[in-house]
């Protein structure tokens, strides 16, 4: 049997899915090494675009398609499931979001599986290569410290593209628990560790000097967490083949010298952190414990990674009961004076089976509700729901001054130089300088669509100054107001 296992993307995902590194679907990957022989299998990934998807996907080629999605790409994957149905080829989806909305998959699809499919991959395939697939399968999460468990095929490429890094899993599951977050639902709060000599050989085996390590939460939240990371990193350097790598965790590893330390020795050349927000309320809202327990230290916490050679890549989400319009541009601020040295700032985007989806769908502030068709608004660049203290569209708009002040402004090279001031590394200020101009590539490709859609430039005033400042670094002006108390997030 002929299996093709495919990532759909929105088709207005406006760049962050098409923009910068060619960055594996390691979950596809993984399925495709457990499929038991003699089975073949390719992927499609639509970062490449959609036309192998529409050429390829034909009765005679494949027996089975395979398709991974989250909610911005569920209106995609159901334009998939009718394509395989006109083909008559049988079709599964699974993933976060066919695990939130099991109901409205099977409307589309032949299969739905719910929750982690390591372990029902193979029962899956069998299933379908004896015309006897079933309408519902539900994976348990999956025993990582089992042999193999976790292990993808490094080697395999999509047959439309070619990705330019490589991704790898060391631990599944998240104990923060926030509230826009589906992780811990979908993976689970326990953090699941694999085999750290396994771990070792698939970073060896895998083909590119980059590594994307695609873990939630590297470091964890405790000292046993912490310990482990620390344990894997040593063995890295001990037995790991010379990658430089990027990874995914909270703010609290910033105190851990040693942890740092071993991180940068090991390759790491950056560390992405949801700090989300400079509100306390808005911390507390998102059950963010652990960033509200540090808002106060978090200077000194991004200096801990810097000291490391490590830099800092801050997420922020803009849209929290306590924001207002001058929110975006006081965290932009803000993220500056911090010495962030990258900085993404999203919309708030209620995903299905978080509990701000269900708490929002209960409070009638969800608006983008034509489903499937308005899956495709929830790409974190589009608001679908009712703000407190603005509309939707001002929202939508004031993040659209955002990518105007960076499409328009020269700060690419003035932000590699302040890192490789802060970091004392080449390296590290390498990687930023290509994530940055990912950034501003993707703002000036976005802002003329933008214009379009609102029908003006923004002009000259005291906000769009802050904006163009924050990117030029020309902050004297603003003084640091971390761990006050007011309702914006940037003059807490």
């Known amino acids: 049997m002929r299996i093709v296992l495919i990532n759909p993307v929105a088709r207005r995902c406006q760049g962050y899915h098409t923009i910068g590194s060619k960055i594996p679907q390691l979950g596809l990957q993984v399925l495709a090494r457990l499929a038991?022989?003699?089975?073949?299998?390719?992927?499609?990934?639509?970062?490449?675009?959609?036309?192998?998807?529409?050429?390829?996907?034909?009765?005679?080629r494949y027996d089975l398609v395979g398709v991974t999605s989250y909610s911005s790409g569920a209106t995609r994957a159901y334009e998939i499931a009718a394509q395989c149905r006109r083909e008559g080829i049988p079709c599964i989806m699974g993933g976060p979001h066919a695990s939130a909305m099991p109901e409205e998959a099977a409307e589309h699809f032949d299969s739905v599986a719910v929750g982690e499919c390591d372990e029902i991959w193979p029962t899956i395939v069998e299933d379908a290569a004896r015309g006897r697939l079933q309408?519902?399968?539900?994976?348990?999460?999956?025993?990582?410290d089992q042999p193999l468990a976790g292990l993808a095929a490094q080697?395999?490429?999509?047959?439309?593209?070619?990705?330019?890094?490589?991704?790898?899993?060391?631990?599944?599951?998240?104990?923060?628990?926030?509230?826009?977050c589906s992780v811990t639902k979908f993976?689970?709060?326990?953090?699941?560790?694999?085999?750290?000599?396994?771990?070792?050989?698939?970073?060896?085996?895998?083909?590119?000097?980059?590594?994307?390590?695609?873990?939630?939460?590297?470091?964890?939240?405790?000292?046993?967490?912490?310990?482990?990371?620390?344990?894997?990193?040593?063995?890295?350097?001990?037995?790991?083949?010379?990658?430089?790598?990027?990874?995914?965790?909270t703010v609290n590893m910033g105190e851990d010298e040693e942890g740092l330390r071993l991180a940068y020795k090991a390759g790491c050349r950056g560390m992405l952190i949801g700090f989300e927000t400079f509100n306390t309320e808005s911390l507390?809202?998102?059950?963010?414990?652990?960033?509200?327990?540090?808002?106060?230290?978090?200077?000194?916490?991004?200096?801990?990674?810097?000291?490391?050679?490590?830099?800092?890549?801050?997420?922020?989400?803009?849209?929290?009961?306590?924001?207002?319009?001058e929110t975006v541009a006081d965290t932009a601020i803000q993220s500056v004076k911090l010495g962030i040295d990258t900085i993404q700032i999203t919309n708030l985007t209620p995903l299905p089976g978080t509990k701000m989806y269900d708490r929002f769908m209960a409070e009638g502030r969800i608006f983008a509700t034509a489903y499937p068709a308005d899956w495709e608004r929830y790409t974190f660049v589009e608001t679908v729901y009712h703000?407190?203290?603005?509309?939707?569209?001002?929202?939508?708009?004031?993040?659209?001054?955002?990518?105007?002040?960076?499409?328009?402004?020269?700060?690419?090279?003035?932000?590699?130089?302040?890192?490789?001031?802060?970091?004392?590394?080449?390296?590290?200020?390498?990687?930023?300088?290509?994530?940055n101009k990912g950034w501003k590539r993707m703002a000036r490709l976005q802002v003329p669509k933008d214009e379009a859609r609102f029908g003006y430039t923004p002009t000259v005033n005291a906000r769009t100054r802050k904006l163009r400042d924050a990117f030029t670094l020309s902050l004297s002006k603003y003084p640091s107001t971390i761990g006050q108390t007011t309702s914006k997030a940037a003059a807490l």
């Open 284 to 325: 507390r809202d998102y059950h963010k414990g652990v960033n509200r327990n540090n808002l106060s230290r978090y200077k000194d916490l991004v200096d801990g990674f810097h000291r490391a050679g490590i830099p800092v890549f801050g997420a922020f989400i803009i849209g929290a009961d306590q924001d207002d319009e």
């Open 387 to 435: 703000p407190k203290r603005m509309s939707a569209q001002r929202l939508d708009e004031v993040i659209y001054e955002l990518r105007h002040a960076a499409a328009n402004t020269s700060w690419v090279w003035l932000r590699t130089l302040r890192t490789l001031w802060m970091t004392r590394s080449l390296t590290s200020a390498l990687f930023i300088h290509g994530m």
């Open 36 to 60: 038991p022989e003699p089975h073949q299998v390719d992927i499609i990934d639509e970062i490449f675009g959609f036309d192998a998807t529409d050429n390829q996907v034909r009765r005679g």
């Open 155 to 180: 080697r395999l490429q999509p047959i439309n593209g070619r990705y330019d890094v490589s991704s790898i899993q060391t631990s599944r599951g998240c104990p923060v628990g926030c509230e826009y």
């Open 135 to 144: 309408a519902l399968y539900t994976g348990e999460l999956a025993r990582l």
């Open 187 to 249: 993976n689970g709060a326990p953090i699941r560790r694999r085999s750290i000599d396994e771990i070792i050989a698939e970073w060896n085996e895998t083909p590119r000097r980059f590594v994307f390590v695609t873990d939630d939460n590297f470091f964890g939240v405790g000292p046993r967490h912490a310990e482990w990371a620390k344990e894997l990193l040593r063995e890295i350097i001990k037995r790991g083949k010379r990658r430089l790598w990027f990874s995914q965790t």
